[in-house]
């Protein structure tokens, strides 16, 4: 789907990816909090109020806006470990296209016909206060919407309430894996946010069961990654032997393979 307008972007890139990023996110929020503080007449060594513990607004700066002292893109920056690589499969240097936006919107009207404030409370509930795209992107999103027959529009008063119509509908299924991709993505990001919110706080990580990703699953991550970085100037046979073994797994784990119906011994050499 073509669309003039675009989505904002910072400067610094988007979602987290691999390990320690809770360190990293700390690290820069802590960061841009002392600004924070002084902005609102307080110096480094005060204690911050009640209002101002946690601001996602604060944060965003942090991760999203600040570059390094030398114009690099600091510690969230493309690449691997940083916001914008390809570790998670975020778009670089953005949170979600125009594109996406629009889809977003769909998948969420869909569930619930709503008015346009309704639709950014929506996303950024989802996201812990991460995503929350403004009316400046919301509503042109929605007019183009309308405009393509997508959804409907009910006035109530002076608010216009949307509805998903049949075109739309059939163009949500037709991309119903791309959505459900990018909802995961905000409910990841929502959990990073909230042990962000309970180191802060002091409290105790959440367990497994309120969601998130269990250490075994981490730790295969961070050998995934090692046993990459140790290939990075691999031959480029044994760059498609590694990605072949790779899309092997990811079939197993999407369930298009049965678990342990014979694969290949290269799986433990990679």
């Given at each position: 789907m073509r669309h003039h307008h675009r989505s904002g972007r910072p400067h610094g890139g988007d979602y987290p990816s691999g390990a320690g990023f809770e360190r990293r996110l700390l690290h820069a929020w802590w960061h841009a909090f002392g600004h924070h503080r002084e902005a609102h007449g307080q110096g480094p060594g005060e204690h911050a109020d009640a209002g101002h513990r946690f601001s996602p607004h604060a944060l965003w700066h942090a991760i999203g806006r600040h570059h390094d002292h030398r114009g690099g893109r600091g510690h969230f920056g493309g690449g691997p470990g940083g916001f914008g690589g390809e570790g998670d499969g975020f778009p670089r240097g953005r949170k979600f296209s125009s594109d996406d936006l629009q889809l977003l919107l769909l998948s969420l009207i869909d569930a619930q016909p709503s008015h346009g404030y309704e639709l950014i409370k929506a996303l950024e509930t989802r996201s812990n206060g991460f995503y929350s795209p403004s009316p400046g992107m919301v509503y042109p999103a929605l007019t183009y919407l309308e405009e393509l027959g997508y959804v409907t529009v009910q006035l109530e008063g002076n608010r216009k309430r949307y509805e998903l119509a049949q075109a739309g509908r059939d163009y949500l299924a037709a991309n119903r894996d791309r959505v459900e991709l990018m909802l995961a993505k905000l409910s990841h990001i929502a959990r990073k946010m909230d042990s962000v919110r309970r180191a802060f706080a002091g409290e105790e990580p959440a367990d497994i069961s309120e969601g998130g990703w269990a250490p075994e699953l981490n730790e295969a991550r961070r050998a995934l990654k090692n046993a990459l970085?140790?290939?990075?100037?691999?031959?480029?046979?044994?760059?498609?032997?590694?990605?072949?073994?790779?899309?092997?797994a990811v079939k197993e784990i999407e369930g298009e393979r049965k678990p342990g119906s014979g694969h290949s011994d290269d799986a433990s050499t990679a």
């Open positions: 970085l140790r290939r990075d100037n691999a031959p480029a046979d044994e760059q498609r032997r590694i990605a072949a073994i790779l899309m092997r």
